[in-house]
């Protein structure tokens, strides 16, 4: 292989990689607290919103007929 091909830099320390640099500080540190209490709110929030949503669809369609015909 070359002096400077891939395979050689890709595992020396400080070589290149195919993560960047907040790849390599994220697979190595875990998060704050406060992060991933943001994350997990917003997707609890999500998820709630869009099954509320779905159900109202339902609900929707069993109240108007007009709604049943798929064409």
Do not use: H, Q, Y
Not at 16 to 43: I, K
């Amino acid at each position: 292989m070359l002096e400077n091909g891939s395979l050689r830099n890709c595992c020396d320390p400080g070589g290149r990689s195919r993560f960047g640099l907040a790849e390599r500080e994220a697979a190595g540190a875990p998060r704050p607290a406060w992060v991933v209490t943001v994350l997990s709110s917003v997707l609890i929030f999500t998820t709630v919103v869009d099954i509320l949503g779905n159900l109202l669809v339902i609900v929707s369609v069993f109240k108007n007929r007009k709604l049943r015909n798929s064409g």
